[in-house]
Structure formats: C-alpha cells, structure tokens
C-alpha cells in the first residue's frame, strides 16, 4: 500500500464533521475573521468556539486560534455585514458532496465548498448568489453573483440512493481496476474505496468488469453500512501514523489501517482539528525552508562576503598574536639578534646586513629568511615560526606592536560578525514575514484530550479491575474481533438476536468468574432484550479461537455476524440491569455506565435502571438531579454539564424505569 498523508476530507468524513455540528442549532455568529487567502474563521456566541474552513480541505470546530489580520479583506467585511449575528437553523452535506451548508435565520445560507480549490457562497432564500469568494465559471457553473446556485455535477453515482444495476452497468463499461472504477462510479475517495474493497474480500485490483453483480451490491450495502455507523454516531474518531508520522484521520475503524498505529479522540472534529494542526506544522516548516532558500539568494552574496572577511581578520590576529607570544617567550635572545643587525648596518650599511651577519655570527644568519632593507623588517624563524621584526624597535616593542595589530583584526572580525548576524537577522525576519504572509500559523486555546480506543465502544471497568468492551453497531463488532480479540481471550454475547460482541482485556488467559458475569450482563442489557422490555435473559461465552469470520459452506455471514464452534458456556437468568454513574479518569470525571456490581466499585454516585417505557427524553434531567445530590461543587458542575446526547451515548436503545437504591 503506498503511503499518502491525506490533505482533504471527503464525503464520508465531512458527514461525520456535520452530524457533531449540529448542536450549533441557534447558536449565532459573533464574528468573522478572514485569517489567510485560505483560512476562514467564525466565532460562534452562545457555545463559544470557533468553527474553522480551510478552502478546499475542512470544516471543524478547532481548538486553536489564529492571529488576527489588523484589517479585514472586502469579503470578509462583506460577510460581516451580512451573517453577524445570524443564528444557525441547520447544518446539512448536500447531497453526499463535499459540500457543507450553514442555513441561517435571515434567510441566507452559507456555502462552503470543497472542489477544485474550495470556495465560500453566500445565498439568499432564493438560492440566487449573493456574494462568492472565487468567482469562476466551469463544467457549466457560473458562481458569480445574481446567478441561481446549481452544486456540481456528481461524477457517476450518489452511493446512497443509486440504483444498483444501472451503476453496475457503468461498472461494466469501465477499464481498469476494481478500486479505481469505484471511484469514479460511485464517487468515492480512493481511501474508502479500497476499504470497501477490502472489507468485501475482493482484490483492489481486479478488473473492474470481471465483478458480478452480487459482489457489486454488496460493496454498495457496506458502504451504506458505514455511513449508517456514522449517522448513528457508532464512530471511533482516530489518527493514522506510520513511524509517529501522520497518515490520515478517520471517523471509523479502517482494515487498510491495521497495521498501522492510531491516536483515539473523544469525537471527530477534535481528531481532524489536530491532525491538520499537525499538518500546518509540516507544511509550515517545509514552506519555510522553500522560503529561505529564496531569501538567502537576495543575502547570499554579502553574507559571503563579510564571512570570507571575518575568516581573514581571524586568521590574520590569531597569527599575530602568536608571533607575539613567541616573541615575548625569547625575549632577551631577540633584542641580542635585533642588536646584531643594527650593529652591522653600522659597519656594513643596511644594504650590506646580511653578509655582516653571516661574518659575525653565521648561527644567527641561518635563522634568517629574508631582510627589506627599505622598511628595516627582519624575517627571523623562532621555535619554526617566521615572525617579522622591526629592527628599530626593541623586542619588547616589536611584541606589544603585533598585539595591537592583533586587536585591531578582532575588532574588525567581532563588526564583522555583528554585520553578518544583522544580514541574517534581517533575513530570518523576511522569511517569517513571507510564510505568515503564505501560510497561517494556529495557536492552540484548548487541550484536546486524546482517548483510548475502547472509550468510542460501548465499555465498562469490571469490579476486578478489566476493561470490558462492546460494539455499538455492526461495523465495531466486526472491527473489535478482528483487531482486540485474542485466541485465549473471552468472547461474551447474548443468546438473543441482536446484540454486541462483547471482549473482556486482559494480558492474563486467567479471568475471574466475576467478570465473565458483569460481561454477560453488559452483553443482555444492551442486546435486543432491553427494547424487548424482557427482565432477564441469557448469555454465552467463549474463547476467542472458537469465533470465526468464516461461514460453512453455502451460507453468509452479515456484516458483525461471527461463527462460534465449539463448546458454548451459558450463563441463564442474568436480569437486565445498567447503572450510570461519575468515575473518575486520567481527565477529570466521566460518565459511564455498566453493571451495577462494577459501577457501584469506582463511580461516587449511581443509579441502576431496567427495560421500561419511559424515553431518555423525559428521564435524563431527572438522571442529573439524583446523581448531582450529595456531590460537592465541583462534581455538582461536572453534572451540569452533561447533555442528553451524553446519557444517550452510554445507555441502550430503547426506554427505561428507575430501579430504587437499596439501603
């Protein structure tokens, strides 16, 4: 599999981003602000956050913060003008596209636009444009203003509600392989067309007309399996790493990424907030060196120059310096030669030194490399060192002149290094001026809190201390076998039709007959039992080499669906009890529920409730009421916060009766 990082969500993941952004229902825009030519940001009143669109790559509510340009663009100012203080009716995907749509209660609508670079549309109740951020016209659209808004002509088939044997007639007339034809048939990313090819057991790479209908139909049905997952909101938001780098970001468990390492986030737009955070850091840094490496080009001479010249007046002092110290280490039998010299000028003249020298004293003479009769410098080899003397001086002298010498280049070289640290002062603060200008930097505002993986699966911690994991739908039952369930570990199920597949983690083949029981009642309470208002009902477990993906031959195994061979362990009579309950975590106290006996364990408070009629609708104030009662402020707050949303995340489908504490 070649390994690409995803720069854009798609259709199935922006319908992920929608379904979270929907409790931003009469929440109102407190203001705009135009962060690059790519980056929008809307403040939200009400539920202060912000919401971000980056043309032509996502929409999400971020976490991070951006610095304020100091004066808005004309567009920026035009949607201020116009959407300040609107409310938000509904957040919608048209049609499955890559399309997101703010509908507003001034009778306009916001527009954000993925394709061909992203755009922003505003329109009136008409659907006429009324104000766009890239005009264009293509593939017979015309997004200018005061034209009537028509979305992009969907290449192939809406996956959704295509009929099957018109889109596998496509199919058919389509060369090339399975995973490319898909996407051009069924417009899908090529990310969820080779999942759907492997979650149906076909080659990716098959020819695309050697499918038959059947296999055609059942990718279709997978796909609609996976979106129903999201709608329900059976997701497990997660990053995708190769070797800590990123790779994409998903709202569910993808099979092409099982080898792959992932980080679990409590919902989807916190997972995409902070892998395109990630993303903006690469890109960032990868823009910044393109940008240096311009900039340095305009320095590069003159930081070369004043280099070459700081080298030299280096070299230069440090040379001086020792010929000083060489200098002043033979003190007295330098001033006896610059004597002799002076002593045969005299008697010689300066012309005739030399020859004075080798008649005098033929010693001192061999240490001689040369004499400028003119300027009087002597060339004299000292310890293997030429140092030059000035013969009118005295070695004292000579010693203190090449000091000076010496301080004279160190200054030189120390304004030397303070050009070339203003040059690349200068020039680092070009580079920054160009990549804020090219590429805007986020500043993070809130911790996004990264999750276990099992903590976007129904779960529990038993009263022995195990975490015990359940999916929400068909497609995490599938993904928690497949991924989490070992050969010597427990499998639990309901001995009902419908329910999830339940697995207890454990290092240890060893597990206690308590938890096996608190699974088994984690199984049946969130089975079809529960919206069958039955008051108990029975369980099975097995070992994990017993559950099979593979159907004897010539029967089927739906999506979820397992064979179990071997030796069932029943467990009858279990009642159908779920308690709920504040426990504390890594981060702050959260809601779960589960068995009583493991609830009543690790959670202050709890209430248990049974199978009834009454709708989470009408009992979950009353949930916060009995649970907020004997906590101290601080838990009273967490209460508080609680949505319905967040009752209904962690308890079965279907209605409830309070079960009185028993004292």
């Known amino acids: 599999m070649v390994i690409h990082c995803k720069k854009s ?54 976490g991070f913060d951006f610095e304020k340009p100091k004066m808005p663009t004309n567009f920026c100012s035009f ?65 200018f203003n005061g034209e009537i808004y028509s979305p992009p002509k969907v290449r192939g088939f809406n996956p959704m509600d295509c009929m099957v044997d018109e889109a596998y007639n496509m199919l058919m007339g389509v060369e090339g392989s399975l995973v490319v034809a898909l996407t051009r048939v069924l417009n899908l990313p090529g990310e969820v067309a080779e999942e759907l090819c492997l979650r149906c057991g ?56 099982s080898g792959f390492e992932a980080e679990y986030f409590k919902n989807f737009n916190e997972a995409v907030d902070e892998y395109f955070h990630r993303l903006m850091a ?31 007046f280096e070299e230069e002092a440090v040379k001086l310096r020792r010929f000083g110290n060489l200098i002043m280490g033979n003190l007295n039998f330098i001033d006896e030669v610059l004597s002799l010299v002076r002593d045969s000028a005299l008697k010689y003249g300066w012309s005739g030194v030399l020859d004075g020298i080798r008649i005098l004293k033929p010693e001192i003479y061999e240490r001689i490399c ?33 000091f000076n010498e010496a301080k004279v280049l160190e200054g030189k070289a120390s304004r030397a290094r303070e050009a070339i640290k203003s040059l690349e002062d200068k020039m680092a603060l070009e580079v920054e001026e160009e990549v804020s200008r090219r590429i805007a930097k986020p500043i993070k505002v809130t911790a996004i809190v990264k999750r276990r993986w099992y903590e976007n699966f129904h ?123 504040l426990m504390p975590s890594d981060y702050g106290f959260i809601l779960v529920s589960g068995p009583p006996s493991a609830i009543s364990k690790w959670c202050f408070k709890s209430i248990t409730l049974a199978p009834g009629i009454e709708p989470i609708e009408k009992l979950w104030v009353k949930f916060k009421k009995l649970l907020s009662s004997e906590l101290d402020e601080n838990l009273r707050r967490v209460v508080g916060s609680l949505s319905m949303d967040d009752f209904r995340r962690i308890l079965p489908r279907g209605g409830f009766r309070l079960i009185p504490p028993q004292n």
Request: charged share 25%; glycine share 8%; with cysteine.
């Open 282 to 312: 690469i890109e960032f840094e990868d823009l910044k060196a393109k940008v240096r490496g311009e900039v340095e080009g305009r320095f590069k001479a003159s930081i070369e120059k004043q280099r070459e010249a700081l080298k030299s």
């Open 9 to 62: 969500l798609n259709a199935l993941d922006l319908l992920a981003i929608v379904r979270e952004l929907k409790p931003l229902h009469q929440a109102y825009i407190n203001n705009v602000y135009q962060i690059s030519d790519n980056i929008f940001q809307f403040k939200f009143g009400g539920f202060k956050c912000n919401v971000i669109f980056e043309l032509g790559r996502r929409v999400n509510v971020s």
């Open 459 to 581: 779960w529990f911690k038993s009263s022995d201390g195990l975490i015990v994991v359940g999916g929400r739908d068909a497609s995490q039952n599938e993904a928690l076998v497949r991924k989490w369930l070992r050969d010597d570990g427990i499998y639990v199920h309901a001995d009902v039709h419908g329910g999830p597949s339940v697995i207890i983690l454990s290092e240890s083949s060893s597990i206690p007959e308590s938890t096996i029981y608190e699974a088994a009642q984690f199984a049946v309470s969130f089975s079809n039992a529960w919206r069958g208002i039955m008051e108990s009902a029975s369980a099975f477990w097995v070992y994990g080499k017993q559950v099979s993906k593979s159907a004897p031959s010539g029967e089927y195994l739906s999506r979820g669906a397992f064979m179990i061979y071997g030796r069932k362990n029943y467990i009858h009579n279990i009642p159908l009890r779920v308690s709920i309950g």
């Open 79 to 143: 949607l201020r003008s116009r959407i300040v203080r609107a409310k938000i009716l509904e957040v919608s995907q048209v049609d499955f596209d890559r399309i997101v749509s703010f509908k507003l209660n001034n009778g306009l609508s916001l527009f954000f636009e993925f394709m061909d670079g992203g755009n922003i549309l505003l329109l009136d109740s008409d659907g006429r444009i009324v104000g766009v951020y890239r005009e264009r016209e293509s593939a017979g659209r015309r997004l």
């Open 202 to 257: 076909l080659d990716k790479n098959l020819k695309a007309s050697s499918i038959d209908r059947s296999s055609f139909e059942n990718i279709i049905n997978v796909f609609r399996d996976m979106v129903s997952s999201i709608i329900d909101g059976s997701i497990n938001p997660q990053i995708i790493l190769d070797k800590g780098k990123i790779v994409s970001v998903v709202p569910l468990d993808f099979q092409i990424y």
């Open 370 to 402: 040369g004499f400028n009769a003119k300027d009087r410098i002597l060339m004299f080899r000292v310890d293997g060192e030429i140092v030059p003397l000035n013969v009118l001086e005295s070695a004292a002298s000579n010693a203190s002149r090449l």
